[in-house]
């Protein structure tokens, strides 16, 4: 049953079995941040930046996720308990702001990257195995892991530590392959178009960048596990984060030294590929460099190192995300069965969301569920951040207040963030919504004013309105009920 505790207060939930450490808490943020991403953003760009511009923006998308990491690093010293972003938002903010944070991290945190994931994984083990069904092939993924991480603290340590020494591994070797196989000369080769050299082509580019360094803030969820959280966290996003930015770097100069941009085409065929409805031997610059360098045979292994990188992440997010939900169940927010007991990890809350991640997989067009979930993230971690200048205003009971250094990241990753927001909202695909029965004038005009377009039909309206609106909307709406039925509760249990 609920109980009537509010977000806003951290419980004081200490756990006595803290199975990961520094190192684990490094894995963890590599296992979040290394996807897909790094293979195919650099083939997009190359279509209208120069290698230079590419190189720049890499590392340009390294401080600022560096930024946040320093930011929340601050934040995690001063809260350093589980619950990530419905934790910090609820006790810097306003409880009902982490309630929204909450829910959002339960409808579109976890489980839908998650079941995204699983797909695209399936789609690469079909390269290695043609006979495979990629959607059953996920769905299997997303079974075991969940039964792993479900059935011990220990030894969901260890297979999430496993996966990522086996993805370090696998990355090294590539870069290694890239660098001592392939050219390490400046290329020369110039893109078909140069929009992307202009200062809005270039800003536009980070929002995809952005993206491929999300993940950063991966060990903050499971705070409650690590020993002496209050430092291994902050350590943790920070060595995790960087790690991540430099390996970017040089292999994102592989890429750029061994392809021209017609050879990093190769990338537009990614969501044909991962959707089913095309086979091809190559869709990310991994296993076109591998392809260029060593053969056709090479591409295959990239394959399944591609494979690993994605079961790596989901296991990762299957490990991390129930954390939110059994703290948020400990604070009454949702059924306590979902809290878990002291010493093992929360069972309900594991099964739960790989029960949601499977809903996802096998009833929607992941594509289209996901098109807008990374720039509600960034929304979420936006909001998180603007938390510590309340702290610098007024600080926790007994602490000092945050030091100069993060309130300049924070300030930093806020400017970044509204820029990746603005084109989220801008470029996001539209969604037509009935308004009302009976139009109201003046309400027609700003509603369609920020829509961009208005058609009247009967008494009201039909806009189109950025179907990233409708997603945030849904998310505070959900988010806002759970908060009032919680103060009702909470009211009459006084």
């Known amino acids: 049953m609920y109980s009537a505790r509010c977000c806003g207060t951290p419980r004081g939930f200490v756990s006595t079995t803290r199975s990961f450490g520094l190192w684990s808490g490094v894995g963890l943020v590599i296992a979040n941040m290394v996807g897909a991403g790094v293979f195919l953003s650099t083939g997009f760009m190359a279509q209208s930046m120069k290698p230079g511009t590419i190189l720049l923006a890499w590392v340009v998308g390294g401080v600022l996720a560096l930024a946040g990491a320093r930011a929340y690093a601050e934040i995690a010293r001063f809260l350093p308990s589980g619950g990530g972003e419905y934790r910090y938002v609820g006790t810097l903010l306003h409880p009902a702001l982490g309630y929204v944070a909450g829910w959002g991290s339960l409808l579109v945190g976890f489980s839908a990257p998650i079941a995204l994931d699983a797909l695209a994984a399936g789609a690469f083990a079909r390269v290695l195995f043609p006979a495979l069904d990629a959607r059953l092939f996920g769905a299997g993924l997303i079974v075991l892991l969940t039964l792993l991480h479900a059935l011990g603290m220990h030894l969901s340590a260890r297979v999430q530590n496993g996966l990522v020494a086996v993805k370090v591994a696998l990355l090294v070797g590539f870069v290694l392959v890239g660098l001592f196989a392939g050219e390490m000369s400046w290329p020369t080769w110039t893109p078909p178009s140069t929009d992307g050299e202009t200062l809005s082509g270039f800003a536009s580019s980070l929002f995809y960048i952005a993206f491929a360094y999300s993940g950063w803030n991966a060990a903050i969820y499971a705070a409650d596990d690590f020993k002496e959280p209050e430092r291994t966290v902050p350590r943790a996003m920070l060595i995790g984060c ?44 991994g296993q076109a460099v591998m392809a260029k360098l060593l053969g056709a045979g090479a591409a295959k292994v990239m394959s399944a190192v591609t494979l690993v990188l994605f079961i790596s992440a989901i296991s990762a997010m299957t490990l991390v995300g129930p954390r939110v939900y059994s703290v948020m169940a400990k604070d009454g927010v949702l059924p306590a069965f979902l809290a878990g007991k002291e010493g093992h990890p929360p069972t309900a809350a594991v099964l739960l969301q790989g029960g949601l991640s499977l809903l996802v997989l096998f009833t929607h067009e992941l594509r289209t569920v996901l098109a807008n979930v990374g720039a509600i993230l960034v929304f979420f971690a936006a909001l998180t951040v603007s938390g510590l200048f309340r702290l610098a205003i007024k600080p926790l009971e007994g602490q000092p207040k945050p030091s100069a250094l993060g309130l300049a990241s924070a300030f930093l990753y806020l400017c970044a963030s509204a820029w990746m927001l603005y084109v989220g909202f801008t470029s996001s695909g539209l969604m037509l919504v009935k308004v009302g029965h009976a139009s109201d004038p003046a309400f027609d005009a700003v509603l369609s004013k920020l829509a961009g377009l208005s058609l009247p039909i009967g008494s009201g309206s039909l806009y189109a309105v950025p179907s990233l609106t409708i997603w945030v909307g849904v998310i505070f709406s959900i988010g806002l009920a759970a908060w009032a039925v919680t103060q009702r509760i909470t009211s009459r249990a006084r």
Request: aromatic share 18%; charged share 10%; proline share 2%.
């Open 242 to 285: 960087f790690v991540v930015a430099v390996l970017y770097l040089v292999v994102n100069f592989i890429f750029v030294a061994n392809l021209t941009p017609e050879q990093g085409t190769v990338v537009f065929r990614y969501d044909a590929f991962t959707s089913g409805a095309a086979q091809f031997d190559q869709v990310t610059l």
